[in-house]
Structure formats: structure tokens, C-alpha cells
């Protein structure tokens, strides 16, 4: 297991290693020392979540007051992470990551708190995400999908996405401190 830091701090890929024989594969996907010694500081998990999407939906961006390790473990997503926290020297920028079966990578994703995250399916997709905290959705926050200021190339400019993404503000309706105005 290989940590690599990006240009966004706080925003990690951790490479695995797969087993393979003539029966499939095997990965750890998982260890708490490892996260542990890349952030510098202790580290739990409070709870588990796991999501399947259909081809061509497109979930967030959503934005938490907690870490997630993000992990697809079967299908195919493009997960990308922007930082908008105020104040960051990256302020408004994004990452691209494929994940999953091929063309995606087996990866998984450390998202620190305050970052904001989303993933669009190239097919069906199980989606699990490791979080620091319990969920609660009075702290969830974000900004729509297809923003002009995160200008991100997503594969497609019509996928299915929720009403309760669709209704999020773009980022220039932001104030200084990332509230909604």
C-alpha cells in the first residue's frame, strides 16, 4: 500500500496491491497505520456507506465536515475531488480520478474534511466511503455538478443527477465563508 499526496492538500490516492491467481484477486483495502502515518495524526472510522449507481448518474458535489476514504469496487466512475475551502491556497481547483474495474485504477481516495467530492458512472457502480463521523445531513453542504468556476470536463452534459443536486448553489454564490447566499 502506496500513499501518494496530490496537488490539493489533504487529498489522497493510496495505491493497492493486488494478489492475483487463477481463483481472482485479493487487496487489502485498508489500513488504519497507513492513513494514519500519512496524515500525521490519529485516525478512526465511524461509519461505513455503500452506494450503487446506475450507468450515467452523476453524484454531488457534496461537502462534509468529515474525512472519507472513497473506494468503487465494481464498475467504472470518474470521482473528482475540488477544493473549496476559503482561504486554501488551491481554492477552486479539481482532481480527475478514475477508479474502479478498467479503464479505471483499484485505488482508493482520501477525502479531508472540507473538501468536496463527486463521481460520474461509466456503468453500474458500487460506491463505498469510509467516514471519520457519524452522517448528519444538516452538515452537508456543496455546489452544482457542472459549475463554471470548477469547469470540470465531465464525460457527458447530460447526466441523471438528483433534485437535491440539482438545487445546490454554483460557487459564485458562495459567500467568503463557503454559506450559501
Request: proline share 4%.
Amino acid at each position: 500500500m502506496e500513499v501518494q499526496q496530490t496537488l490539493i492538500k489533504g487529498l489522497m490516492i493510496i495505491r493497492l496491491t493486488e494478489f492475483t491467481d487463477s481463483r481472482g484477486f485479493f487487496l487489502e483495502t485498508q489500513k488504519n497505520s497507513v492513513i494514519e502515518a500519512a496524515l500525521g495524526r490519529p485516525h478512526r472510522f465511524a461509519q461505513t456507506n455503500h452506494s450503487r449507481s446506475a450507468a450515467n448518474v452523476l453524484r454531488g458535489f457534496h461537502t462534509e465536515s468529515l474525512d472519507k476514504l472513497i473506494y468503487v469496487a465494481n464498475g467504472t466512475a470518474l470521482f473528482v475531488a475540488a477544493d473549496l475551502r476559503p482561504g486554501s491556497p488551491t481554492f477552486g481547483r479539481h482532481e480527475r480520478i478514475m477508479m474502479g474495474d478498467l479503464p479505471g485504477e483499484r485505488v482508493r481516495v482520501f477525502v479531508s474534511e472540507g473538501l468536496s467530492n463527486a463521481f460520474y458512472c461509466f456503468t453500474e457502480v458500487d460506491y463505498i466511503n469510509d467516514v471519520s463521523q457519524e452522517f448528519d445531513k444538516t452538515k452537508r453542504a456543496g455546489v452544482r455538478w457542472n459549475d463554471p468556476t470548477l469547469a470540470v470536463e465531465w464525460p457527458t452534459a447530460t447526466p441523471i443527477v438528483s433534485d437535491a443536486d440539482l438545487r445546490l448553489p454554483f460557487l459564485a454564490e458562495l459567500s467568503a465563508d463557503g454559506a450559501a447566499q
